[in-house]
């Protein structure tokens, strides 16, 4: 077992960092979030991730997707920018205007998605690494290592990265989650229960949440949210800590009020917005 040392998320830095906004604010500087994803029959991942980011206090929220789902987008979330791509053109422009980017939820595995998800590795901005861009990740034809992004797989997709067993992870959370870290670089979080974060230099673990997570769409909620604190000027570390802290404890707000079975990853989004104005 590894001997790594363990650390609890901290939660007064959290608190000072979630100060009021100052009365003159304006949109222009809490960020601009791009989400990348949502190929065929898998919109609703893009969806969420954007929505997210949007609750989470990002000042724009572009979607980049299939030209099929703008109509459905723009019905749901008027308020959150969506746009058709069919080429890596069309992404970099986008990717030119952005502060942050969120690859992965809904993305697929066909040749739209490797297009895709090569365009946003060549850009220098924060990278959010989610879904099926982890499982492209995990392909010998695309680049490993990279400082500045966050990494969110399951056990399942962090066993394709590492090439192991699910169920060797599970023997020895600490040390997959510090592979994970020093194979790729940027910050590893391994998801599960007590959700580990690790960073260069440490491992910390979530207190929070509940078996009601266990249900499409969570992942893609946490993604926006580590997106939106990103563009908001949050560390890497910062955002990917405090990002499954509050994914985490909005879920538990949520089933102390309705119950953890039947639980729905949007239920979180009122409570997450409750918890980020303090």
Same mark, same amino acid.
């Given at each position: 077992?590894?001997?790594? #040392?363990?650390?609890?998320? $901290?939660?007064?830095? %959290? ?9 003159d604010?304006?949109?222009?500087? &809490?960020?601009?979030v791009?989400?990348?994803g949502? $190929?065929?029959?898998?919109?609703g991942?893009?969806l969420?991730? !954007? ?9 724009k ?10 109509a ?7 308020e ?9 053109s ?6 030119e ?16 998605s490797?297009?895709?998800? #090569?365009? !946003?590795?060549?850009?220098k901005?924060? *990278? ?8 492209? *990740?995990?392909? $010998?034809?695309i ?10 797989? =399951?056990p ?5 990265? @590492?090439?192991?067993?699910i169920?060797?992870?599970a ?9 994970? #870290? ?7 979080? %391994?998801?599960?229960m ?7 230099e440490?491992i ?21 949210i580590i ?6 000027? &949050?560390?890497?570390?910062? !955002?990917?800590?405090f990002?499954?802290? @509050? =994914? ?28 980020l104005?303090?």
């Amino acid at each position: 077992m590894s001997n790594e #040392q363990i650390l609890p998320i $901290d939660q007064r830095k %959290l608190r000072m960092l979630l100060t009021p906004r100052s009365r003159d604010a304006h949109k222009g500087l &809490f960020g601009h979030v791009l989400v990348v994803g949502g $190929d065929y029959g898998m919109a609703g991942a893009a969806l969420m991730a !954007a929505e997210s980011a949007a609750r989470t206090g990002a000042g724009k929220i572009s979607v980049a997707t299939r030209v099929e789902h703008i109509a459905a987008f723009v019905a749901r979330r008027p308020e959150i920018m969506v746009h058709g791509i069919d080429a890596t053109s069309n992404l970099k422009a986008l990717i030119e205007l952005a502060s942050v980017v969120v690859i992965g939820p809904g993305l697929g595995q066909t040749r739209w998605s490797k297009t895709l998800m #090569q365009a !946003a590795l060549e850009t220098k901005l924060p *990278l959010v690494v989610d879904a099926d861009a982890l499982n492209l *990740l995990a392909h $010998d034809e695309i680049p490993k290592q990279r400082d500045n992004w966050v990494l969110t797989p =399951h056990p399942g997709e962090a066993s394709r990265l @590492l090439k192991t067993k699910i169920e060797t992870i599970a023997t020895d959370r600490p040390r997959y989650a510090r592979e994970l #870290q020093r194979k790729h670089g940027g910050i590893a979080i %391994l998801k599960g229960m007590g959700t580990l974060i690790a960073d260069p230099e440490h491992i910390h673990q979530c207190s929070h949440g509940n078996p009601g997570m266990a249900t499409g769409g969570m992942g893609d909620i946490l993604s926006g949210i580590i997106g939106g604190l990103l563009a908001q000027g &949050f560390s890497l570390e910062d !955002a990917a800590c405090f990002g499954v802290e @509050l =994914h985490a404890a909005a879920a538990d707000i949520a089933a102390k009020k309705d119950g953890e079975r039947g639980l729905m990853a949007t239920d979180l989004l009122p409570p997450l917005r409750s918890l980020l104005n303090p």
